[in-house]
Structure formats: C-alpha cells, structure tokens
C-alpha cells in the first residue's frame, strides 16, 4: 500500500471493527480468529474457495450469526464494533420474493422502514425507475426472470436507504447480460450513494477488480490476507502476505 493510500484510509472511519471472531456450527469451525477492520465508504470483496467462510463472515457482519445464536443458526465469540447509526441491507444468491406485486414488493420494504404507505409507495417507484422495472411493477413479483429478481432486491434494499450494502454472491446465478446488469447496479450505488459500504462475496475475480477497493482471502474459515485491490493482484505483494492466496489466485488451490 502506497503512503499516500494508507494515509487516506487511516482518514476513514471505522464501519466495522471485528477482534477475534469465531463461529462454530455444532462441531464445525466455519471461522477462526478474524480480526478485520472495514473503513466507511470501501469496496470489500471476500474470495476464496467455497466452504472458506465467506457467506458466514458476511452473516455475523449483517447480525445473522450473535453472540445469542443457537447451534443451528451457528455460535459466535468474539466481539463486533460498528458505526453508530449503521443501516444495513443484504442481498443473497437467490433473493425472496414475497407474493405480491413488484411494486408492493418495494413499497413493502420502505412501509417497515418508518415510511407513510403513500411515501412508501412514491419512493418505490423511483426505485424500480433505477433498475428498470417500471414496465413489470403490477406483475407479481416471483413471475420475473432470475435477473430481474435480483435487480429487484436492489430496489427494496435502496429504498430503506442503507448506508451498508452486503451481498453474497449476487450474480452467481446469472446469465451474463443480467451479470452486467446488476454489476452496473453495484457500481452505480456506490457511487451515487456518497459514503455507501459495500461488502461482498464473489467468485469472480474480473468483478472484483472492476468494483473492489480491497480484496479480503478467506481459506479454511482462516482470513489469510486482507489488502487494497491493487496490492493484493500485484503478485509479489501478495506472495509477501500470504503465499496461500497467491496460490489460489494463480489458480493452484481450488
């Protein structure tokens, strides 16, 4: 990381500020250790091989996984500090659609959010306008494509109006014009959205470079290397950090 880089972050507030967190599912260690800091404002994107901890990492920062979860829902150690006045909305893979329209699928999410239904219904629209689903805001709302849902779930996260964007994965499903598409969205929100921190797992790594500011590997529940996109895609950099990660990233570890 440059002087300059470091000195900007160090700028930053603190969104999130994990020490020591471990999950444990029965048996299982889907976490160990993690100490994290994610300024206001980054990019972060989690890689690394299924079943290395990233959705369960996402889950314990979106409150999913406490301190007073049971076994099933996954145990939790360690302790979590976050921003005052932190909102958060997540997005997952495949997103749930309840069965009504898609506009009411919106408005919905504004109304709980402490909106007046006719406020709550105005700001749907201009949500669904955002991600091009005017045309389809009267059809119900498990009748659209698989890209259209997703860009569905953006609208009914935005309108509650998160200052934390977390999604797991959402264009794994996806064929590549929706990919695009919602990709787009991503980058659009943080953009737009003065001070928006986005969190994210992914797969791919041409979308991490085109959206991340940092780049988080996770192995074995391990968070092996955290550094700035640029940083971790240098390959001696990386090598210097954590040669597992260089490995993966040069596709030796699957």
């Not at 979860?69 to 939790?76: H, I, Q, V």
């Not at 402490?114 to 629209?125: E, H, I, V």
Request: proline residues 3%.
């Amino acid at each position: 990381m440059s002087a300059a880089a470091s000195a900007d972050r160090s700028a930053k507030l603190v969104q999130f500020k994990l020490h020591d967190i471990n999950v444990h599912f029965g048996s299982q260690h889907a976490l160990h250790g993690i100490h994290l800091e994610i300024a206001k404002g980054d990019r972060l994107a989690l890689i690394g091989a299924n079943g290395s901890g990233k959705s369960t990492l996402l889950r314990v920062l979106h409150g999913l996984i406490t301190l007073t979860s049971n076994k099933a829902s996954g145990r939790l150690t360690g302790l979590i500090e976050t921003l005052p006045e932190t909102r958060q909305a997540m997005l997952f893979q495949r997103p749930h659609m309840l069965r009504m329209s898609v506009l009411n699928n919106v408005t919905l999410a504004a109304w709980l959010a402490g909106q007046s239904w006719s406020n709550a219904k105005q700001l749907a629209m201009i949500q669904l306008n955002h991600v091009g689903l005017l045309e389809p805001a009267r059809r119900q709302a498990n009748t659209l494509s698989q890209g259209q849902q997703q860009r569905l779930a953006f609208a009914r996260a935005r309108v509650t109006q998160p200052n934390v964007l977390i999604l797991d994965e959402p264009t794994a499903s996806l064929d590549p014009g929706s990919k695009r598409e919602v990709e787009g969205l991503m980058h659009a929100f943080a953009e737009e959205d003065n001070g928006l921190t986005l969190i994210f797992a992914s797969h791919n790594l041409g979308q991490v470079k085109r959206l991340a500011t940092h780049v988080a590997y996770l192995e074995y529940g391990n968070l092996l290397a955290c550094l700035p996109v640029d940083d971790f895609f240098d390959e001696e950099r990386l090598k210097a950090v954590s040669m597992q990660a260089q490995k993966f990233l040069k596709g030796d570890l699957f």
